[in-house]
């Protein structure tokens, strides 16, 4: 599976970005597109995540102002961010937890797709 993510940039206090994480690959089942951050110093953390059913879960500390969704056409999944503040700042990464068969057996891991980052000024 290969992931693509993008959208990141500079964006005031309060303002929003749109990230999106396009994945490709075949014979391959995705699971799950989840989207972390990691801010200098700190380490990475779980943002949110999808599921393949359409669950979704957040942290705690994005609850209310992000939304994750997926386009299935596209194959992409969104993250979409509002109300930011300073301390969102961070490189986010997308990653897919994945399924297929690999010399007959299912196989599952994960696979990162490189980082973008997010810059709220105050």
């Known amino acids: 599976v290969q992931l693509q993510a993008s959208g990141g940039g500079l964006v005031q206090t309060g303002g929003s970005l749109r990230l999106s994480c396009a994945a490709s690959?075949?014979?391959?089942?995705?699971?799950?597109i989840e989207w972390y951050r990691q801010a200098p110093g700190t380490e990475r953390e779980l943002v949110a995540k999808i599921t393949s059913g359409g669950s979704t879960t957040y942290a705690d500390s994005v609850k209310g102002r992000y939304v994750i969704s997926r386009d299935n056409a596209k194959n992409t999944v969104y993250l979409q961010m509002n109300s930011l503040k300073p301390e969102d700042t961070a490189v986010y990464y997308c990653?897919?937890?994945?399924?297929?068969?690999?010399?007959?057996?299912?196989?599952?891991?994960?696979?990162w797709g490189q980082g973008t980052l997010v810059t709220v000024s105050s």
């Open positions: 990653a897919a937890d994945w399924g297929m068969v690999v010399d007959g057996t299912w196989t599952v891991g994960r696979h």
């Open positions: 690959g075949t014979g391959i089942r995705i699971n799950a």
